[in-house]
């Protein structure tokens, strides 16, 4: 485990409405969850506006430092949905109408008011060289580059883009879960969390503290891509917050 290959990936959330606050983005959380199921880790995660320079330095950053990059955001029928323009920048390609892209489009809009205006054929241009990325719900298709991956901003639709790649991205094995609460600050049990991610190398251990009731507690989110090395560091965990003493919950609280 130690010795394999970790996937990591990179996101970009492309907005001034995010930015702003008038839209609360959902898409980082989704994404990080289907990278997971992937083998993939989301390692960093950042926020741009729609500025094409801004855009097109940050997927180069992004492209450089990690195996996949995901864009969401900016890639619809406005003159301010310029993710397509900024990544073929990035890229050093021109933008083209991709045929295949243009044919979905086409039939998408064929029996709806004004067919396909040329606002609408906007979303079938893609940098030189792109495949799509299918979208059974609004029709206009994703893009992938390489390593890069835009996707629509609205959530719902990216939801779709990812169920139609999943188990296509090579990655490595899945990462894992479990959880356990305690009611005590998690200063008191520092040391603890310290020792046991310590003893089980393969792991990582994340504490959440929170206040409820009037009381002190955090959830303590045990990490790995090994089953029995998950389970093996919650024993532990659970072993030695029972012998000093503490109350705990496995499966958290």
Not at 30 to 55: F, K, N, P, Y
Not at 126 to 137: K, Q, S
Not at 195 to 224: D, L, M, W
Request: net charge negative; proline share 4%.
């Amino acid at each position: 485990m130690s010795g394999e290959k970790v996937w990591t990936a990179g996101m970009l959330v492309i907005g001034d409405e995010i930015l702003s606050g008038r839209t609360h983005d959902k898409n980082i959380a989704q994404v990080a969850s289907w990278l997971q199921v992937q083998g993939i880790r989301l390692t960093e995660a950042r926020v741009v506006s729609d500025d094409m320079d801004a855009i097109a330095e940050a997927v180069n950053a992004l492209a450089e430092r990690y195996d996949y990059v995901f864009t969401t955001g900016g890639i619809g029928p406005t003159h301010d949905d310029i993710t397509v323009d900024a990544v073929a920048k990035a890229l050093g390609v021109p933008v083209v109408v991709h045929p295949e892209a243009r044919a979905i489009l086409e039939d998408y809009y064929k029996d709806k008011p004004g067919g396909l205006t040329e606002a609408r054929l906007r979303m079938a241009r893609v940098p030189e060289g792109a495949d799509l990325i299918p979208n059974r719900m609004s029709g206009a298709p994703g893009i992938k580059h390489g390593k890069i991956h835009l996707m629509a901003g609205v959530p719902h639709i990216t939801a779709q883009m990812l169920d139609a790649m999943t188990g296509e991205l090579e990655g490595g094995a899945p990462l894992i879960t479990e959880t356990v609460g305690c009611w005590t600050a998690e200063s008191e049990v520092a040391d603890i969390l310290r020792q046991v991610e310590k003893a089980h190398e393969n792991c990582q251990i994340g504490s959440y503290p929170f206040f409820r009731e009037g009381k002190t507690g955090a959830n303590f989110v045990i990490r790995s891509t090994s089953k029995d090395e998950l389970e093996s560091a919650v024993d532990t965990l659970c072993e030695v917050l029972g012998e000093e003493g503490f109350d705990f919950t496995p499966g958290g609280i």
